[in-house]
C-alpha cells in the first residue's frame, strides 16, 4: 500500500504498490462490531485519522489495522 485517502463517511480509496486501486467501506464492519474500542471509530473524526506507514494502514498506534491482502481484496 502505498497511499489512502478518506473519500466518504467511512469509505477509504486504498492505493497498491501494484498501481491497482480499491475503495473500502469500513462501515458495515465498524457497525456490526460488538467491540466498545472498534465501535468508537463510528466518530468520524476518529476514523479520518489513520496512517499509513510501512505499507500498512492503522489507527492510533495499531489499535484498528486489517490485514493488506483483505484490503486488497475489500474484504474486512
Not at 42 to 61: A, C, R, Y
Amino acid at each position: 500500500m502505498v497511499e489512502a485517502r478518506f473519500v466518504e463517511p467511512y469509505r477509504i480509496a486504498i492505493t497498491f504498490s501494484d498501481g491497482f486501486v480499491q475503495t473500502v467501506d469500513f462501515g458495515q464492519f465498524l457497525q456490526n462490531s460488538l467491540n466498545p474500542l472498534i465501535r468508537r471509530y463510528l466518530d468520524i473524526s476518529l476514523f479520518k485519522d489513520f496512517t499509513v506507514e510501512n505499507g500498512d494502514l492503522f489507527w492510533h498506534g495499531y489499535e484498528l489495522c486489517f490485514p493488506i491482502a483483505d484490503l486488497y481484496e475489500n474484504q474486512i
